[in-house]
């Protein structure tokens, strides 16, 4: 089985920094994409930042130019560098890995992480 473990989140003042990081885990032949949603209360969840095993990187636009997201694909581990963080950032912030093979010869499956709490005061 897959798994993937997220860890760096907390509690940060407006204008702080906190990186997280999400390792996959398991019997793994190869993984597409990795990246981050949040959910804040009362809302639905949205995409952060994606990366493609190619390096392709996707942002969402109220994150542009504070956060970075990254990669080790050797370590099967996604990062997210969050900088000038806000209030609004407030969320649970969930790993992803899209289209993950466990061989060559079978499908792709989505997996999540746990979730870590990533809390902004003001």
């Known amino acids: 089985q897959v798994q993937l473990v997220e860890s760096g989140g907390g509690l940060v003042q407006a204008g702080g920094s906190l990186r997280l990081s999400c390792a996959a885990s398991?019997?793994?032949?190869?993984?597409?994409?990795m990246g981050w949603y949040r959910q804040a209360p009362g809302k639905q969840r949205e995409l952060v930042a994606s990366?493609?095993?190619?390096?392709?990187?996707t942002y969402r636009d109220s994150v542009k130019g504070r956060f970075t997201i990254s990669r080790d694909n050797a370590k099967n581990t996604v990062y997210l560098q969050m900088n000038s963080l806000k209030p609004e950032d407030t969320a649970v912030y969930y790993c992803?890995?899209?289209?993950?093979?466990?061989?060559?010869?079978?499908?792709?499956?989505?997996?999540w992480g746990q979730g870590t709490q990533v809390t902004v005061s003001s």
């Open positions: 992803n890995a899209d289209r993950v093979r466990v061989s060559s010869s079978l499908g792709a499956y989505r997996y």
């Open positions: 398991g019997s793994i032949y190869s993984i597409n994409d």
């Open positions: 990366i493609t095993g190619g390096g392709t990187i």
